[in-house]
């Protein structure tokens, strides 16, 4: 019995090891668009498991996310690293989505600690989706926010994100499941403006101000 037990466990492991979010491979319908991007997070930093960005339909309330598993864990597995570069980590999604306008809203970081990190209040970074459209919309990088404590030990207390242009990269990584959805003709189109602020999630002209104020 002991054996039985043992053996399931390791194949439950094995099955579980590694799985890309949200990849499609097909319009669902001709109503539906396709977003894409990626999503990256420090490997060596503090493990938040799971890591959710949270999006909506303006139109009709319908929430969705894109969520990553940086560390493993035997019912859900671990999101599988596509790429690596100073420090961090990341994958890339695809997600199948029907025809209209969009707002990333929020996002949800979680803990070993039982800590649960997000925005106080719901921010508003728009988007849209057109019937048989692929858009890209950028890398989004979790950048960890740490102190040190009167022991000089580090303490990490959740973080902000960045919205980036990776669209070489992770076109090129999406493109080796379906070339057709992922080539030249896919819309480039970072979120360039927020219809609610939010000083957590930077897109590419703040986090050009933001460094250039730390200079």
Known sequence: ???????????????????????????????????????????????????????????????????????FNVFHGKTEVQFSS??????????????????????????????????????????????????????IKLHVKSSTDFLGADVYHGGFWTFADKHKRDLAILSKHQQNLFNENTLVNIPKNKRKFTDLVLLPSEKINHDESEK
């Open 1 to 71: 019995m002991k054996t039985a037990v043992l053996v399931l466990m390791i194949m439950l492991l094995i099955a579980c090891k590694t799985k890309n979010i949200n990849t499609v491979l097909h319009h669902e319908s001709s109503t539906q668009g396709i977003i894409s991007g990626s999503m990256a997070w420090p490997i060596d930093g503090p493990v938040y498991n799971p890591l959710v960005f949270k999006l909506r339909s303006t139109e009709t309330g319908q929430e969705y996310s894109l969520e990553v598993r940086p560390s």
């Open 86 to 139: 100073n420090g961090y980590g990341g994958t890339t999604y695809a997600l199948a989505l029907p025809s209209g306008e969009y707002e990333f809203y929020n996002y949800s970081m979680y803990d070993l600690n039982g800590t649960t990190w997000s925005s106080r209040n719901d921010y508003s970074i728009p988007f849209n989706v057109s019937a048989n459209q692929t858009i890209y919309l950028g890398e």
